[in-house]
């Protein structure tokens, strides 16, 4: 899942991100959308700073380990920040979105749909990952995939 470092110190945090970005999501599937909120704005407070409360779900354990991985590997604050807003706007705009017409069972236009699983799949959130251990190279690969895309649509 990424092609982006061989490094293990860097490819933990990236999996452990990946796995409880997972887990949040099957874990608050059909959760009362309030009850969702307060452990999506928990999950932003433990991301940024906060220590897990041993009373707490482990996903909170596993966003903080991950948070001290990100800053022994090097990743400054406001990257952490990046990656809780991220986290955050899944939640909000993927999750919370869905759940509403699941538990209403009711479909979105095809417009708000295709918003929606834009973030739910969580592929936005997880490429803050991605990006961060392009470095210095990720404009040129920007710029070859653009290139490359612009060539395949003429």
């Known amino acids: 899942m990424s ?12 999996c452990r991100f990946l796995l409880y970005e997972t887990y949040f999501a099957d874990y608050v599937e059909i959760m009362p ?28 354990r596993q966003m903080e380990i991950a948070r001290k991985e990100w800053i022994a590997n090097g990743m400054p ?4 920040e990046r990656m809780a807003k991220g ?8 999750i919370m979105e869905e759940t509403h017409f699941k538990l ?14 834009s973030h739910s ?5 997880y ?15 920007f710029t070859s995939i653009r290139q490359f895309k612009g060539q395949h649509l003429q």
């Open 3 to 14: 092609a982006t470092t061989t490094n293990a110190d860097l490819l933990i945090p990236i």
């Open 33 to 60: 959308l309030e009850e969702v909120a307060t452990l999506r704005d928990r999950a932003f407070e433990v991301m940024t700073g906060d220590s897990a409360r041993p009373d707490e779900i482990g996903m909170f």
């Open 77 to 80: 604050q406001f990257w952490i």
């Open 127 to 141: 490429g803050n990952m991605i990006i961060r251990h392009l470095g210095p190279h990720s404009r040129n690969i």
């Open 87 to 94: 986290f955050w706007e899944f939640i909000t705009y993927g």
């Open 104 to 117: 209403t069972q009711t479909y979105p236009t095809l417009a708000r749909y295709l918003l929606i699983r």
């Open 121 to 125: 799949i969580g592929q936005l959130a």
